[in-house]
């Protein structure tokens, strides 16, 4: 039994989270109201209630939810990237951004960053950190996973080229949710052109 009510709980928190996003998406996070993401969830407030305290812990929930699954995505690409340093790191970061509207669109993302910034000690800012963290992480890893194949000079601080890659594809992809005209294929055709002299300045002697 007790595996049977932790599986309803989690149904009924898949349900809620995705209520909401599809609603956030449709009218607008600010619009939607904690009754219609009930609604639609097919619970109660009050069981909404039991899950989220309000929106913007949902917003954090989907979040989390959006990068836990690009990470999962990522991993399989550490383990075993592709030869040369311009191509591991195109793949890796177009795992990411082609995951990056599933569950957000571009006013989500953009109100997760903001709410980021302007509440820095509260629990939404340091999990949208900490998350921030583990894909500069496994960019890192990625540089490193190279740098043990000859992919990447040895000797280089594999660590910081990864935060270097990082930092990059981040700025351009607040770039990205600021203008709500710019598309996918134009983020991606960008940081594609920054990324290529990155990998030709890092390359080892076996991709050289």
């Known amino acids: 039994m007790t595996g049977l009510r932790a599986k ?114 509260s629990p939404f800012s340091r999990r949208y950190t900490e998350l921030d963290k583990r894909l500069c992480d496994q960019v890192s890893m990625l540089v490193q996973k190279l740098q043990l194949r000859g992919a990447v000079t040895p000797g280089l601080d594999a660590a910081a080229v990864g935060q270097m890659a990082f930092n990059n594809l981040n700025m351009m992809f607040i770039e990205f949710v600021k203008d709500e005209a710019m598309t996918l294929e134009t983020l991606k055709e960008r940081v594609t052109r920054q990324n290529r002299p990155l990998a030709l300045l890092i390359s080892g002697p076996r991709t050289q």
Do not use: C
Request: glycine share 4%; hydrophobic share 40%.
């Open 8 to 121: 309803q709980k989690a149904d009924r928190n898949r349900r809620i989270l995705e209520a909401a996003t599809s609603l956030f998406r449709e009218v607008g996070y600010d619009s939607a109201r904690i009754e219609d993401i009930a609604e639609r969830a097919e619970v109660s407030v009050g069981t909404f209630y039991n899950y989220y305290e309000n929106k913007g812990d949902i917003l954090v929930a989907a979040v989390s939810m959006e990068v836990e699954e690009v990470l999962q995505s990522g991993k399989a690409i550490v383990e075993n990237p592709p030869p040369g340093p311009f191509e591991a790191l195109q793949a890796l970061i177009d795992q990411y951004f082609d995951h990056s509207l599933v569950y957000l669109n571009k006013e989500m993302w953009r109100t997760a960053m903001a709410t980021s910034i302007q509440q820095p000690e």
